[in-house]
């Protein structure tokens, strides 16, 4: 690495200098906080070792001026008149480490290699992010559609505040997506987003998850876990179909927004947290809460701002949204895919997309894959998809009493009313059926 020794003492600086060599880096000197400014600005360092007095100069000072210039800069404050005051400050103001004089060889050693295992996570986080881009398609949430539009308007506005956001649409429409856009336009953006499946675990399970538990808290809890909420300090909490949060959890999720403690399960401690939420639903809270399952308050608490996300049905962009997720799948697969044809483009602006973007993703995905020319055609999209477009048929609509099995019947069933209902609460209606078992039957079968 190229290090940076900022002291007023020339001894020290020589000093520093042959050890740092020994050890194989690379070196330059200031005497000044204005020499080090200069020296920064003419060649990039990759650690600067501060004196906190500079003459008449402070070294928390150079440390804020140095980490403007140079943000990746790790800025270690050397001194003589170590306090726990001014550490504090100086790791509160940015400082990578703070190094109280006299030190040892062997100490400076120490520091610099935490540094560079720094380095080397953050180098590593960046070829994972990497990875992920060329592995997942890129999320573009900007759209000509006047509805979608308003969505992203209002979340702009809301994203600054620390107001608690509803995000409300049917499966597939994007809701994690745009928490977690929501987070990157906050002023939180450089803390943690963290999830939480509501429907995923038991109550008992779920309260653990979220807020932690204490070492013999039940059985099974062989250490302390700090939960969801402490890892998402100073970032976001994002819970995912809150409508499914067990009622028993209810009263303690609201306290905690109203008051932002809790407490682990199994411990009496109170702990704080600060933390942003955003919840997300697919059903419809205002009919759980006329039922008596989930509680009027919480809801109030939760839908601070309210932000729906249109279904892929009513949006007029699927022909952009799936032309853009064909650009993607064709750099993935190496292939030069043109567009789709006009037939395949019309069955793609008339199918209901009971699975919405996400349904449209693995659709377009099938398609890159399997299209012989630069052309999607018809025949390469999922039958459900291109039968529809058959002259005769309905919507792709199976036989009643042809050569199905009753899954294969009970799955279209499920997928038109899916189509055409306003809601899950309202389609499980249709069915005859508890919403909680018409989200069995989707996560069964794919819907």
């Known amino acids: 690495m190229r290090i940076l020794v900022v002291d007023d003492e020339p001894n020290i600086r020589k000093t520093l200098r042959v050890a740092l060599e020994a050890m194989g880096h690379e070196v330059g000197e200031a005497a000044s906080a204005l020499d080090a400014l200069r020296d920064v600005e003419r060649r990039p360092s990759d650690v600067a070792l501060v004196d906190l007095r500079l003459g008449q100069d402070s070294g928390l000072s150079l440390l804020e001026s140095l980490l403007l210039q140079s943000p990746r800069l790790a800025v270690v404050i050397i001194t003589a008149h170590a306090s726990v005051d001014t550490a504090v400050e100086a790791m509160r103001l940015g400082a990578f480490d703070y190094l109280p004089k006299p030190f040892t060889p062997a100490q400076v050693r120490a520091v610099l290699e935490r540094v560079q295992r720094v380095r080397g996570l953050r180098a590593r986080i960046a070829g994972l992010e990497d990875q992920v881009r060329v592995e997942v398609p890129e999320v573009d949430l900007e759209s000509d559609d006047p509805e979608v539009c308003r969505v992203l308007d209002l979340a702009r506005r809301v994203a600054p505040t620390s107001a608690a956001v509803l995000i409300r649409g049917e499966n597939g429409t994007g809701k994690g997506v745009l928490a977690r856009t929501l987070h990157q336009w906050s002023n939180r953006a450089s803390g943690p987003f963290v999830t939480v499946s509501c429907p995923s675990l038991s109550a008992e399970l779920l309260e653990s998850d979220l807020f932690g538990h204490a070492r013999g808290a039940f059985t099974g809890a062989i250490r302390d876990a700090s939960g969801k909420v402490a890892a998402a300090e100073g970032g976001t909490l994002f819970l995912d179909e809150i409508g499914d949060l067990p009622p028993p959890l209810q009263p303690k999720l609201l306290r905690f927004l109203q008051e932002r403690c809790y407490e682990r399960v199994g411990e009496t401690k109170t702990r704080q947290a600060d933390v942003r939420l955003i919840a997300a639903t697919n059903r419809d809270l205002e009919q759980a809460v006329a039922a008596g399952t989930f509680r009027e308050d919480l809801f109030y608490r939760l839908n601070v701002v309210e932000v729906t996300l249109p279904p892929l049905r009513r949006r007029s962009d699927v022909a952009d949204r799936a032309a853009h997720l064909l650009r993607f799948f064709g750099r993935q697969t ?73 899954e294969e019947l009970e799955i279209a069933h499920i997928r038109r009313v899916l189509a055409r209902a306003s809601s899950l609460d309202a389609a499980a209606k249709t069915l005859g059926i508890d919403p909680s078992t018409l989200y069995r039957k989707r996560k069964q079968y794919g819907l």
């Open 334 to 406: 190496s292939r030069k895919l043109t567009g789709f044809t006009a037939e395949a483009l019309e069955a793609l602006k008339r199918h209901p997309w009971p699975g919405n973007l996400r349904e449209l993703r693995n659709a377009v995905e099938r398609a890159a894959i399997l299209a012989e020319g630069p052309e999607v055609g018809l025949a390469d999209l999922p039958e459900r998809i291109a039968v529809a477009q058959t002259p005769g048929a309905v919507e792709g609509a199976p036989e009643v009493g042809g050569s199905l099995t009753l």
